[in-house]
């Protein structure tokens, strides 16, 4: 299986700030990378797909880039709204493993 | 708008099966584009692909659950299924499902994100 390697686990972080979040796979996965962003329990949102692709209605401080075995996340200006843990996921191939999550704290 | 919904009860007990139907609303399972996925969560941890299935019935499973997992659809209700079978206290978690990958005539694997999920709904696994 591709295993999928986040860091940082934990992010503070002050409402304004740049954000970067990196994922990491085991092996290369091409462009099959998607980004989700999940609040307290609450279902999974789609943010960003095919590593660069925003998802329709997601503000465009959001942003994703890579390719091969290494991708990041990347909040421009960090909302009030936007702490949550987020998890990055291959679609190349089953069992379209998710990374173990980041989750972003206000400082 | 898609909306997904899952229903099952919330206790189950080891050894039996966990039964789980996901109702779905502003798309047809029936029109063939997607596949329809099933998505854990334990509680505190990350979240693990279960398996998806396509209402021509083509399936497919994460190899880590051993084979103890049966989708099934049923078009006429625009509804698809989880059964996971042989259960213990390691599946207990947020189950939900959602919607994807994208289905290819073409026959391309499919490696699509996974577009809209439902709410989730919590199973304990306990005596």
């Known amino acids: 299986d591709i295993q999928m390697t986040q860091s940082p686990s934990f992010l503070f972080a002050f409402v304004g700030d740049r954000v970067t979040i990196t994922c990491r796979a085991s092996?290369?996965?091409?462009?099959?990378l998607n980004w989700y962003q999940q609040k307290s329990g609450t279902a999974p949102k789609l943010l960003v797909y095919?590593?660069?692709s925003l998802q329709r209605g997601v503000p465009s401080r959001f942003s994703g880039s890579g390719s091969g075995t290494d991708f990041t996340l990347t909040i421009s200006s960090l909302q009030p709204g936007d702490f949550a843990t987020y998890y990055c996921?291959?679609?190349?191939?089953?069992?379209?493993?998710f990374g173990g999550g980041t989750k972003v704290e206000i400082e | 708008q898609v909306q997904l919904q899952e229903s099952g009860p919330g206790l189950v007990k080891p050894s039996q099966t966990l039964s789980l139907t996901c109702s779905v609303s502003?798309?047809?399972?029936?029109?063939?584009?997607?596949?329809w996925s099933w998505i854990r969560q334990p509680p505190g941890k990350g979240l693990e692909w279960i398996g998806y299935?396509?209402?021509?019935?083509?399936?497919d499973h994460n190899a880590s659950l051993q084979s103890r997992v049966i989708i099934s659809v049923e078009t006429s209700k625009n509804q698809f299924s989880l059964k996971l079978v042989s259960v213990t206290a390691a599946d207990t978690a947020l189950y939900f499902c959602?919607?994807?990958?994208?289905?290819?005539?073409?026959?391309?694997?499919?490696?699509?994100?996974?577009?809209?999920w439902g709410q989730g709904t919590m199973v304990t696994v306990s005596s």
């Open positions: 095919g590593a660069s």
């Open positions: 959602a919607r994807g990958p994208n289905y290819s005539d073409t026959g391309d694997y499919p490696r699509d994100a996974l577009d809209f």
């Open positions: 092996q290369n996965i091409h462009n099959y």
């Open positions: 502003g798309d047809s399972i029936s029109s063939g584009d997607y596949y």
């Open positions: 996921q291959e679609s190349y191939i089953n069992p379209y493993t």
């Open positions: 299935i396509h209402n021509s019935g083509n399936t």
